[in-house]
């Protein structure tokens, strides 16, 4: 159990998460409609992509699953799931780059795209480095105190849940090509990349069991790490399934390209 | 499409199906042994933690060495089960598949998995055991002799398979 004061977030910042959530997911459909006109028309799958990836972070942040992570291991794993792993994933499934670039104006297009091929973003998208940021920053939290002191600090609890969301989105953005990619790696590197990433989550998952982070009990750990492990298990599944998925389609395009001459 | 386009056409899908490298046998053959590995490590999972409940999560007599390779084959398996699927799914559309060398590369690379869990991961790095509370001796040698056989069954499998191979090209010329 928690003990002495607990972070909550505030009234008022639920209800501009709220109003944000309304608002990107409106946006998103307003742009697909306005681009249909002028090109190739949006799968609509991707909406609903958009939609559900939106709303899984939304929960991770707020109501009662995000009341109860204050109190419960299980509960703060579950956010975890959604955060880090499910939402980024929905999201990157609906290339919401790829329909911006459509949407803005040309001027502003080429500016983003310059953004995007810059050195950061190369170094940031690389697989590697993207799975230090992801992987690594969850050992930090559950190895040290940062996940006592993010119960007691209100900045760091952000900071701590910003970081999981953004570095989830960064890493599965890394290993599958969905989206605007300016910076492509071969398939053998992400497919090691992204083996070892799934191995570090199972070791975690197995020493959380062992070693329940400070303010939990055993119990608690010990089913939170269980749902780190086979919930983990689940997602990165889809991402193995899409990563060879996208591999084997191109080799026999390549194949066929090749005969053609 | 007119007559000879059509023609043309059928040749090429067909050059396509069959167009084979040397490295064709060595493909079919490493789909097999991952396919093999993956179909234990979910046996295991699916069989041995979440039915019979023999075995267990996480018992804390495991060395952090075992926990490490534990962590690292659980992953390699699941990948393992996938990308051999894909690579099936590849031998096939091409029409190369050659089931007889892919079911002996299956059960060889069973064997040699259920093999390393036995030895390795249950007894030198004490992962877990097969079961508790009872004389765990007698599970250790049936487990440990099942992938005895099915290493021997899966080498037996591809030698006939390349010696029917190697009779088929003598006979040929």
């Known amino acids: 159990m928690m003990h002495g004061h607990v972070v909550e977030i505030s009234g008022f910042l639920e209800l501009f998460i709220l109003v944000f959530?309304?608002?990107?997911?409106?946006?998103?459909?307003?742009?697909?409609?306005?681009?249909?006109?002028?090109?190739?028309?949006?799968?609509?799958?991707?909406?609903?992509?958009?939609?559900?990836?939106?709303?899984?972070?939304?929960?991770?942040?707020?109501?009662?699953?995000?009341?109860?992570?204050?109190?419960?291991?299980?509960?703060?794993?579950v956010n975890h799931l959604l955060l880090g792993m499910l939402g980024p994933l929905l999201i990157v499934l609906s290339a919401p780059m790829t329909l911006l670039l459509r949407s803005v104006p040309i001027g502003w297009g080429r500016f983003i795209s310059k953004?995007?091929?810059?050195?950061?973003?190369?170094?940031?998208?690389?697989?590697?480095?993207?799975?230090?940021?992801?992987?690594?920053g969850l050992w930090i939290l559950y190895t040290t105190d940062l996940y006592r002191a993010m119960h007691v600090s209100v900045l760091l609890y952000v900071l701590v849940h910003v970081h999981v969301l953004l570095a989830g989105y960064i890493f599965t953005l890394s290993i599958i090509y969905i989206d605007v990619t300016p910076h492509r790696t071969s398939f053998l590197l992400r497919a090691i990349v992204l083996v070892l990433s799934m191995a570090a989550h199972s070791i975690l998952s197995k020493w959380i069991y062992a070693n329940p982070p400070t303010g939990t009990t055993i119990t608690d750990a010990q089913l939170g790490g269980m749902l780190m492990y086979y919930g983990g298990d689940g997602i990165e599944l889809i991402l193995v399934i899409l990563l060879c998925y996208q591999y084997f389609r191109g080799k026999s395009k390549r194949r066929e390209k090749a005969l053609v001459y | 499409m007119d007559k000879m386009g059509e023609i043309e056409l059928n040749l090429r899908v067909n050059k396509v199906e069959m167009r084979k490298s040397k490295h064709d046998e060595q493909f079919n053959f490493w789909s097999g042994v991952l396919f093999g590995l993956g179909l234990v490590a979910f046996i295991d999972e699916a069989v041995f933690h979440q039915l019979l409940h023999w075995h267990h999560f996480y018992d804390k007599s495991t060395t952090s060495m075992g926990l490490i390779t534990d962590g690292i084959f659980h992953a390699f398996s699941w990948f393992a089960t996938v990308v051999s699927l894909f690579m099936l799914a590849d031998l096939r559309k091409r029409k190369i598949w050659d089931g007889k060398q892919w079911a002996g590369a299956t059960i060889l690379g069973a064997g040699v998995f259920q093999l390393y869990d036995g030895i390795i991961q249950h007894k030198v790095m004490g992962l877990h055991q097969i079961r508790y509370n009872v004389e765990v001796i007698y599970y250790d040698v049936v487990w440990n002799i099942i992938a005895g056989f099915m290493i021997i069954i899966g080498l037996i499998l591809l030698i006939q398979r390349k010696a029917s191979k190697t009779k088929g090209k003598v006979s040929e010329t």
């Open chain 1, 21 to 77: 959530t309304f608002i990107v997911i409106i946006s998103y459909i307003v742009a697909v409609y306005m681009t249909n006109r002028k090109y190739k028309k949006w799968p609509l799958i991707r909406v609903a992509f958009w939609m559900m990836g939106v709303l899984s972070i939304t929960i991770g942040v707020i109501g009662p699953i995000a009341e109860k992570t204050h109190a419960s291991f299980q509960a703060h794993m």
């Open chain 1, 115 to 136: 953004l995007l091929k810059s050195s950061y973003v190369r170094w940031i998208t690389h697989p590697i480095a993207a799975t230090l940021l992801n992987t690594g």
